[in-house]
T-cell receptor, first 117, second 112 residues
């Protein structure tokens, strides 16, 4: 069965510093995708970044980058130049293909990031 | 474009009551799904749909019913609410052959 593990319940980082949020995954599929979502205190789920298992380069979106190490089954999120608005819960997730060629997301338990001045 | 909308935002039910959580999307997405989020856990899939008239169970379907009569709407019905269904419910939609799921703002449900 597919599984996502986030071992850091909480992280602190000073404004303007970089921070890495850890994510490891387990799957026997050859083709899969990994996501990071941000959930601020207001509760909505905000898509940040996606990495496909066959993508040769690490995904980047602005200040977010995904450090994808396939052999180690890790997909860590790196946030550069942290801002106070980055304080939120961060979820790592993986696609699992269902019937009818649709897919579901399998989520980790999340990491709460707090950015301080 | 409103994206994915959910109503109500908050709801309190007594044990045994029934209710329907509404979800609508205006992006003409084929795929829609319902997740629940419990404290200390990520989201878990309840039910999903790949188009009007086609639904299937996810990871935690017990106590919930769904139907999809139109592309736009995907309501989630609680048949007889239980305290274990206290949770935040998210509806999501996605287009065929794309990976990104768009989430609604969530419904916070408390069952007493």
């Amino acid at each position: 069965a597919q599984k996502i593990t986030q071992t850091q319940p909480g992280m602190f980082v000073q404004e303007k510093e970089a921070v890495t949020l850890d994510c490891t995954y387990d799957t026997s599929d050859q083709s899969y995708g990994l996501f990071w979502y941000k959930q601020p205190s207001s509760g909505e789920m905000i898509f940040l970044i996606y990495q496909g298992s066959y993508d040769e380069q690490n995904a980047t979106e602005g200040r977010y980058s995904l450090n994808f190490q396939k052999a180690r089954k890790s997909a860590n999120l790196v946030i550069s130049a942290s801002q106070l608005g980055d304080s939120a819960m961060y979820f790592c997730a993986m696609r699992e293909v269902l019937l009818y060629n649709t897919d579901k997301l399998i989520f980790g338990t999340g990491t709460r990031l707090q950015v301080f001045p | 474009n409103a994206g994915v909308t959910q109503t109500p935002k908050f709801q309190v039910l007594k044990t045994g009551q029934s209710m329907t959580l509404q979800c609508a999307q205006d992006m003409n997405h084929e795929y829609m799904s319902w997740y629940r989020q419990d404290p200390g856990m990520g989201l878990r899939l309840i039910h999903y749909s790949v188009g009007a008239g086609i639904t299937d169970q996810g990871e935690v379907p017990n106590g919930y019913n769904v139907s999809r009569s139109t592309t736009e709407d995907f309501p989630l019905r609680l048949l007889s609410a239980a305290p274990s269904q206290t949770s935040v419910y998210f509806c999501a939609s996605s287009a065929q052959d794309t990976y990104e799921q768009y989430f609604g703002p969530g419904t916070r449900l408390t069952v007493t």
